[in-house]
């Protein structure tokens, strides 16, 4: 594989990953490399971007994880989106994600994706910068994947007190649930 191709693997695996980002030695052991080569290809794409100005991206570490996020002086136009989704409904995709994290919370994006069987992409950017949800902690396993929540807007935006008063899950759906939890517990 050559270089480009090297660091554009790199670059996609760290766009799927979102905001949870992913450690040099999630990346290497993915890639079947080292986490130095995984640093080195790393290093080449942060500088990549830094010097393109026509990417509104860049690349940052925090606690040993490596994201993809907007540059700074993307801030302006990343606010005007955040705000123009509250005036428009919210798609279906991100309806039932936020109705997974909303009956299943604490729940990580990988459990979200499972359930619905798809990959989430954007839904949960929206749904955090429409308030939402938020993060309401970490896993303590490998990785450190973010816990789900909503919030008390989330309660606000539909009319609730409390999470008591969600409407009740049909009962196929519980009986699905009953069943998934039990494939859960054989494990």
Known sequence: MSRMNEIATYEALLFVAGEEGMSLKDLAQLTKSTPEHVRFCLDQLSERYMKDENSGLKLIETAETYRLVTKKEMSGVIELYAQSPLTKKLSKASVETLAVIAYKQPITRMEIEDIRGVQL??????LKLRNLIHEVGRV???????LYGTTDYFLDYFGLNDLTELPELEVEEKMENQRLFEEELEF
Do not use: F, I, N, T
């Open 121 to 126: 992409s954007s839904s949960l950017q929206k």
């Open 140 to 146: 303590e396993a490998p990785g450190r994947p973010v």
